[in-house]
């Protein structure tokens, strides 16, 4: 796995001083794409395998789980801040 390291390194520094660095508007754009294509794959696989035969139940438990990992994820940052 170290062989490909400095490709890697390689690779990323060229994405930093060519695309992030000189390009923002571009760089936004392909992230913005990269959040929404995610967050659509994510809503198939659920609309699939959370509760095919039942919306509402599929709909609760998703609004239900987002909520409680939003929770999770302020208080963990709460007690980070309080450290």
């Known amino acids: ?8 390194d390689k690779c990323r520094n ?5 695309i992030e660095r000189k390009h923002p508007v571009f760089n936004s754009i392909l992230i913005g794409t990269a959040i929404v294509l995610f967050w659509r794959g994510i809503w198939g696989l659920l609309d699939l395998y ?12 998703s609004a239900l ?10 208080g963990m940052r709460d007690l980070k ?3």
């Open 14 to 18: 060229i994405y930093l001083s060519v």
């Open 50 to 61: 959370l509760f095919p035969n039942n919306e509402t139940a599929s709909f609760a438990f």
């Open 65 to 74: 789980l987002g909520i409680l990992i939003l929770l999770i994820h302020d």
């Open 1 to 8: 796995m170290t062989k490909h390291k400095p490709m890697l």
């Open 81 to 83: 801040e309080l450290e």
